[in-house]
């Protein structure tokens, strides 16, 4: 099954403990982003990699890393979570170019509680 | 930047009617996609149905259907007879056809719409 995987689902942890959320992706897709989604605010791109090695800022990076060192992989780090990164985060992948009209494939989600 | 506009943060219909949920989009550009996108209570996003800004042919998906009015920037979604299933968040987003490398580059969403099938 064609899918985007995201792992965990749920996460709560400590305010400065680093932890990383991992994507993978089973499509081939050369295009990976993640998304945050906070209540009123709607989704909001944090960072997105267009392929292996590639990767660039979106609308929030701040707090966030990420690396592309495999096509399937796309792991979304926080080196030092703070409170205000308590959100539901997406990640999601596609094609490029005029594979861009097929719309992007969404993991399931990680709710992640920083206190 | 493009923005989209979703103006109706809540709407209601009673099971079996039919729906229509607006969103507006500010862009420069002339060749871009757009696209529905549901989330229901699981969370999961799920893509209902996309429209490509050269087809002047709106789009159709079983019981939904857009009415894509470029000149206008409008992008509507009809639901049609509706189900206690369509239930959930939806959402309207934008996406340039052309990657213009550096900076925000994705889909653009609108803040979404609420939607209540009452039974």
């Known amino acids: 099954e064609a899918q985007v995987t995201q792992n965990p689902r749920y996460l709560i942890t400590v305010t400065g403990k680093k932890l990383t959320v991992t994507c993978s992706q089973n499509m081939n897709h050369e295009y990976m982003s993640w998304y945050r989604q906070d209540p009123g605010l709607g989704l909001r791109q944090i960072y997105y990699?267009?392929?292996?090695?590639?990767?660039d800022k979106g609308d929030v990076p701040e707090g966030y890393k990420v690396s592309r060192k495999e096509k399937r992989n796309f792991p979304l780090i926080l080196e030092s979570p703070s409170p205000n990164q308590t959100s539901l985060y997406f990640c999601a992948s596609s094609l490029t170019g005029s594979g861009f009209s097929y719309g992007y494939t969404f993991g399931s989600g990680t709710r992640l509680t920083v206190v | 930047a493009q923005t989209v506009t979703q103006s109706q943060p809540e709407m209601s219909v009673q099971e079996a009617e039919t729906v229509t949920l607006s969103c507006t989009y500010d862009t420069s550009e002339s060749d871009y996609y757009l696209f529905w996108y549901k989330q229901p209570p699981s969370r999961q996003m799920i893509l209902v149905i996309r429209?490509?800004?050269?087809?002047?042919q709106n789009a159709t998906e079983n019981r939904f259907s857009v009415n894509f009015q470029k000149a206008a920037k409008s992008f509507s979604l009809k639901i049609s007879d509706s189900q206690l299933g369509d239930a959930a968040m939806y959402f309207c987003?934008?996406?340039?056809?052309?990657?213009?490398?550096?900076?925000?580059?994705?889909?653009?969403f609108g803040k979404g719409t609420h939607l209540i099938i009452q039974p």
């Open positions: 429209q490509e800004a050269y087809k002047q």
């Open positions: 990699s267009m392929n292996v090695e590639v990767t």
């Open positions: 987003a934008y996406r340039s056809a052309l990657y213009s490398g550096g900076g925000a580059d994705g889909l653009t």
